[in-house]
């Protein structure tokens, strides 16, 4: 797959505001906040979409959850949070690495846009 913008802040070669990192995922502020906390979580591993996870991937993606509910913890989100993946176009995924949105310190309506 092409290298994504993803991949070069994995890689540390454009400067990102890093909250969390481990050896399988990476959390840092999204560049165009949508709510006053709002972090991308990515694995390491370069996976699209959700439609690209494999059998092999799956503990991969079990600690992406894992590591949200540590970094809520950490960053003191205490009235909830919404985690969302865009998954294809219709969806408005535009970087085409595996991600989830965590967007707290505010309330959601639903249902979402
Ligand atoms: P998507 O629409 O693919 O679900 O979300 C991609 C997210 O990545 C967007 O919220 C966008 O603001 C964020 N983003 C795109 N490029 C960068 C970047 O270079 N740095 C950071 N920190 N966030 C980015």
Not at 10 to 19: L, M, Q, R, S
Not at 24 to 31: E, P, T, V
Not at 37 to 64: F, T
Request: charged share 25%; hydrophobic share 40%.
């Amino acid at each position: 797959m092409a290298e994504t913008i993803f991949q070069k802040i994995i890689d540390k070669e454009i400067p990102t505001e890093i909250v969390y990192e481990d050896d399988l995922c990476i959390a840092f502020k999204d560049i165009n906040p949508a709510a006053p906390i709002h972090l991308i979580v990515i694995p390491k591993k370069p996976i699209e979409s959700v439609d690209d996870v494999a059998e092999e991937d799956e503990a991969i993606v079990g600690h992406l959850f894992f590591a949200m509910g540590k970094i809520a913890k950490q960053q003191g989100i205490d009235r909830g949070y919404r985690v969302v993946t865009n998954n294809g176009r219709d969806a408005g995924q535009e970087v085409m690495h595996l991600h989830f949105h965590m967007l707290a310190g505010r309330g959601f309506s639903w249902p979402p846009g």
